[in-house]
């Protein structure tokens, strides 16, 4: 799922011991500047730097930081491993000597992965299916979207998943599962402290069982009282395997949790209501019921947390064509208006509940050409189901033609910036972005292009859950088409609009990709408009002449860097949004991957000059 950013170089090896490097290294020939790459077995995303120099061994810790550079301690931060190596290759800056000779890794031994790499596609799906009750391409989407989160989620908590924890259980109680059945030396198991919070480690020795204490420190991480420090509980327990840090003997087999077992022998079934606080949101339609209520303290809400990331568990309890007009209650308020006439505020009555919704209502009924407009919107919407697009959920056919949607109460995602500049951070903007990016990926795939992507046309649920919406230009391209030509050119967005759709009015998932990148310069400048007041015609010479916006002020570079490709000018050479939605995940990973520190919230907003 995420690559190590360290695995092109070839004297990476992944997760070996320590005493495996040095081996390793002896066997090149213990040249001075000799050295080698391989993961830290203690720190998420770290590595460890193995140097030979007058015939001794020397070794360094990289960590990686909150904001995703790469330092070992007291050196200059570095974006990434490679990045690293070649700076000491010319500059050995408090290490032994220079980086001279990479240690190559040998061609019949591939890089070894790590505990966490092996576990880590099955515990995220393990995860999310229990905790949202996901399945299919909503779990995938979950996943993919998420990613960043989801492995901090997981790191943090995999050890709940493990067999050899066993919650909150008393010393004696401990004791007890320790003594029944076989006893072998170095038979354990880890149990949460009932007053304290802390974890200790339980484990026989010689028929007698020995208690130890977990130590935290004030940025959370775990150690034995003497040893080394680790950011997890599960990675402490892993190296315990290995090297006994001063416990009587090296842990060994798992004192099996009977009520884990029992389901699948090596993860639980269901995280178990009320462990943390936390309860799994109900998968209930209503608005009576906020999903957000049921999300653990100690995290933000996801996606997955609103009943919209999935409404359709039933896919036959919502999802009808037709929606008979007794099932809808009309709202006076108005979300928004259009051309077509107007977008309010409802209640859908279903047989499992009510659920809020957005009410598209055509004004002119009478005019027929704006009736089949409609009727089309609504034939695009019926055949697209993601959690990051607003869900048709049918026409009502009464006093006026209605197309009924799910709710998106945030509203429009220009909108929202403008007014939340101040508690809105950057990271937030790139989490939505990158959603975006998700749901028109999906889009390309199923080969439909919107024709109107833009800040106003995404619609948000919360601050951390966006739908791309209006579907109002969208069309479906036949199977061997790649794009929609325009008999005649309408009332067009143009600074939205790619040069070969002004041009040629050619319109493809390119062209959509172009629109992207103008929303995104939205989003990033928290609602601006683009191209201030140029007009349409005066935005087409800017472009052909070459010029591009500026950065917004806040605007990551890596972020306006991809802005930039997205207005690569020939649609051939423009990425697709397979490849916006990589840069744009990478860059989501790459900025909230690492577990953040006890007390900093997980998007603490970052102020904004
Ligand atoms: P138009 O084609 O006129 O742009 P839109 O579909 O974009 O129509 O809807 C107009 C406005 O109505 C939006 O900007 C938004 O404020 C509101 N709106 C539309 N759909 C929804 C929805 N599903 N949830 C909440 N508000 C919505
Ligand atoms: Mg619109």
């Known amino acids: 799922m995420s690559i190590d950013p360290a695995a092109e170089l070839p004297f990476f090896y992944g997760s070996i011991s320590r005493s495996d490097a040095e081996q390793h290294l002896k066997l090149a020939g213990m040249a001075d500047g000799l050295f080698l790459l391989r993961q830290c077995l203690r720190s998420l995303g770290g590595y460890v730097l193995s ?63 790590g505990l966490f790499d092996s576990l880590r596609d099955n515990m995220l799906r393990e995860y999310v299916k229990q905790t949202w009750n996901l399945e299919g391409e909503a779990m995938e989407q979950a996943i993919i979207s998420q990613a960043p989160q989801l492995e901090k989620l997981i790191a943090t908590t995999a050890h709940e998943k493990m067999p050899w924890y066993h919650g909150k259980i008393t010393r004696m109680e401990g004791e007890r599962r320790l003594y029944s059945g076989a006893q072998p030396d170095g038979k354990f198991l880890v149990r949460d402290r009932e007053e304290t919070g802390t974890f200790a480690l339980s484990m026989i020795y010689g028929k ?37 840090d001063g416990l009587v003997t090296t842990l060994r087999e798992a004192c099996v949790n009977g009520k884990v ?54 896919p036959n309890e919502v999802r009808k064509f037709n929606i008979q007009r007794n099932q809808l209650l009309i709202d006076e308020v108005e979300l928004g208006s259009g051309n077509f006439g107007c977008v309010k505020k409802g209640v859908l009555k279903t047989d499992s509940g ?34 990051f697009i607003v869900r048709m959920l049918g026409l009502c056919n009464a006093e006026h033609l209605m197309l009924v949607m799910e709710m998106a109460s945030a509203g429009p995602l220009n909108k929202f910036l403008s007014t939340h500049k101040d508690t809105v951070g950057v990271e937030t903007i790139v989490n939505l972005m990158h959603q975006v990016s998700v749901g028109m990926k999906y889009l390309e795939e199923k080969n439909f292009v919107h024709r109107d992507l833009a800040a106003r046309n995404v619609l948000l649920v919360n601050q951390q859950f966006a739908k791309i919406s209006d579907f109002g230009l969208s069309k479906a391209l036949g ?23 002004i041009n040629y009015h050619k319109f493809s998932s390119k062209s959509d990709v172009w629109s992207y990148g103008v929303t995104m310069w939205e989003a990033f400048s928290y609602g601006g408009k683009p191209y201030k007041k140029m007009k349409g015609p005066e935005v087409m010479r800017f472009i052909e002449t070459g010029s591009r916006m500026d950065c917004p002020a806040v605007c990551p570079e890596r972020m306006y860097a991809v802005m930039k490709e997205c207005w690569t000018y020939e649609h051939e050479q423009r990425p697709d949004f397979k490849k916006v939605e990589e840069s744009m995940r990478s860059y989501h990973c790459s900025i909230s991957n690492k577990a953040k520190p006890e007390g900093a919230a997980a998007t603490a907003a970052e102020p904004i000059k």
């Open 51 to 113: 140097i030979v120099w007058n015939l001794e061994f020397h070794h360094y810790t990289i960590e990686k930081q909150l904001n995703g550079t790469y330092c070992i301690t007291g050196g200059k931060p570095h974006c990434g491993p490679a990045e690293l190596c070649e700076f000491y290759s010319k500059d050995p800056d408090g290490l032994v000597c220079t980086l001279k000779k990479p240690c190559l890794r040998p061609p019949d031994t591939p890089i070894r992965a």
């Open 208 to 244: 007698t069982v020995y208690h130890y204490q977990i130590l935290q420190d004030k940025s959370g991480k775990y150690s034995m009282p003497e040893g080394a420090k680790f950011d997890t509980i599960w990675q402490l327990v892993e190296c315990l395997k290995m090297k006994n």
């Open 261 to 314: 077992a029992e389901k699948t022998p090596n993860l639980p079934t269901t995280r178990r209501p009320g462990q943390n606080g936390y309860t799994p949101p109900p998968r209930v339609i209503g608005a009576a019921i906020k999903a957000a209520s049921a999300v653990p303290a100690d995290r933000d809400v996801l996606p997955m947390d609103c009943p919209e990331f999935n409404p359709y568990h039933n």
């Open 354 to 387: 009510q659920k809020d919704v957005a009410i598209k209502v055509l004004k002119s009924d009478n005019e027929k050409l704006v009736k089949e407009e409609m009727m089309r919107e609504a034939e695009i919407m019926h055949q697209l189901s993601n959690p």
């Open 479 to 501: 199977a061997d088409d790649n794009y929609y030509k325009a008999r005649t050119a309408g009332k067009w967005p143009l600074k939205w609009y790619a040069p070969e759709c």
